[in-house]
């Protein structure tokens, strides 16, 4: 089964508008930490935000948010005012295990491109 | 300005040519990672490393090696390149006890063999 779904290949948004991109996971580990990574066309991975399973407020990095609802395993990301600098792929990420020896399982991706 | 170095950017290479991908970082962290990655695809775990002289194969199968002598040198090895191996491999890192502020990652090769 997959642990990271993103079951938006693309999506559209105009620029200023806000956009949600979804992302499920499926985990049986207490602790957890969900991510999000924005790659450009360039293909650097550049880390956005991290929710942390027992944290109890969403996490808010600038104009991203998390959207965390822990019972229905959902950690959507929230871009707030798009510009035209956010085109581009975004993935939800889940890191599991026990303490220091921890990995990431990425989801598929989203490809987002925000229109002027 | 980067902390993880990852060259080539860019590599085109002939069938049956060994090749090995550089990455070091410059941060002293303990944990580094390298990803396979086609277009517009999702990342898929290849190797890691917990330290020097500990390494492990990923999620995914692959025909490359890696080594670390060093903390901050993790360099990824084909013996032999084939067509089914161009990709982009990005390499990661991380340091502390968990990963829970996100890895590093670096630029990216992206491999192309003929």
């Known amino acids: 089964a997959q642990k990271i779904t993103q079951t938006q290949p693309g999506m559209f948004v105009q620029e200023k508008e806000a956009v949600t991109l979804d992302c499920t996971y499926d985990t049986s580990d207490q602790s957890y930490g969900l991510f999000w990574y924005k790659q450009p066309s360039s293909g650097e991975m550049i880390f956005l935000i991290y929710q942390g399973s027992y944290d109890e407020q969403n996490a808010t990095e600038g104009r991203y948010s998390l959207n965390f609802q822990k019972a229905r395993k959902s950690a959507n990301l929230v871009i707030s005012a798009s510009q035209l600098g956010d085109s581009a792929m975004y993935f939800c990420?889940?890191?599991?295990?026990?303490?220091?020896?921890?990995?990431?399982?990425f989801g598929t991706g989203t490809k987002l491109q925000v229109i002027p | 300005e980067a902390d993880i170095y990852q060259t080539p950017r860019y590599l085109v290479i002939g069938t049956g040519k060994k090749i090995t991908l550089e990455c070091s970082q410059t941060?002293?962290?303990?944990?580094m990672y390298w990803y396979q990655q086609d277009p517009g695809m999702e990342l898929h775990l290849i190797h890691y490393s917990y330290g020097v002289n500990s390494t492990e194969k990923g999620d995914l199968s692959s025909e490359s090696t890696v080594s670390r002598i060093r903390t901050e040198h993790f360099p990824l090895t084909l013996e032999s390149a084939r067509p089914s191996h161009t990709s982009q491999y990005l390499c990661a890192s991380n340091g502390g006890r968990t990963v829970d502020y996100g890895y590093t990652f670096g630029s990216g090769t992206r491999l192309t063999v003929v």
């Open positions: 941060m002293g962290h303990d944990k």
């Open positions: 990420a889940m890191r599991e295990g026990p303490g220091g020896y921890q990995k990431v399982t």
